[in-house]
């Protein structure tokens, strides 16, 4: 197993552009979360997803877009990127209510200029 | 996590023990978590501990749970320099939204 995968590694934009992170699993996890983290602040959940097909928003979530088609994907999309975020954007799964173990991502560091 | 509180840095040399704290206020978290961080990587699950126990031992790591106080600690034994990393402690609560709130992180230095 790959685990959870995510693309970019690194990313750089400018205000305005947009752009899609991508996150995969290959656990055949139901539940897919976004986190970002930041300095002096630890993570915060941006969205998360139960399912394929249902989605909901975190704690964090403007300026960020989800959907859920497969069991696998998770994509986070900035339509209208912002240097505020500028940020390190963790992905994370886990199994279902059986386990209560997330998995995280290597991350993906953006930089919004 | 604004209901989780760590403390930001903690130094100790190679060989002591180290006490990494954590407090938290939802009395509902059902699993508390510590997650280690090494410098560019993602989290790694350390372990974890559910809150109808007061302690898990798990090789070099011991964690200690205070419910009364909302304690939470995390104790190295024998900090090698391998273990410098951020440790992150979080919570998840009794709902269905299975999302886990962290702490800001303590940056723990290993001094040869």
């Known amino acids: 197993n790959a685990g959870v995968t995510q693309t970019p590694k690194f990313q750089v934009l400018k205000t305005g552009q947009s752009m899609t992170l991508q996150c995969a699993q290959d656990?055949?996890?139901?539940?897919m979360s976004w986190y970002r983290q930041d300095p002096g602040m630890g993570l915060r959940l941006i969205h998360y997803s139960v399912g394929a097909g249902i989605t909901d928003q975190g704690e964090v979530p403007n300026g960020y877009n989800v959907s859920r088609s497969t069991t696998e994907d998770f994509p986070l999309r900035l339509l209208s990127a912002a240097p505020s975020q500028t940020s390190v954007y963790f992905c994370?799964?886990?199994?279902?209510?059986?386990?209560?173990?997330?998995?995280f991502g290597p991350g993906t560091r953006l930089l919004v200029l | 996590g604004e209901d989780v509180e760590q403390s930001l840095f903690l130094s100790v040399r190679e060989g002591d023990s180290s006490v990494i704290n954590c407090t938290y206020t939802?009395?509902?978290?059902?699993?508390l978590y510590w997650y280690k961080q090494e410098p560019g990587a993602g989290l790694q699950l350390l372990t974890y501990i559910f809150s109808n126990m007061d302690m898990k031992q798990d090789q070099r790591l011991t964690v200690l749970l205070n419910k009364k106080d909302k304690h939470l600690s995390l104790r190295i034994a024998d900090t090698q320099t391998g273990d410098s990393a951020i440790y992150f402690c979080?919570?998840?609560?009794?709902?269905?939204?299975?999302?886990?709130?962290f702490g800001s992180g303590t940056r723990l230095q290993v001094q040869p």
């Open positions: 994370a799964s886990s199994y279902s209510l059986a386990t209560e173990t997330q998995y």
């Open positions: 656990m055949n996890h139901e539940y």
């Open positions: 939802d009395s509902s978290s059902t699993y």
């Open positions: 979080a919570h998840k609560m009794d709902t269905g939204r299975r999302a886990l709130t």
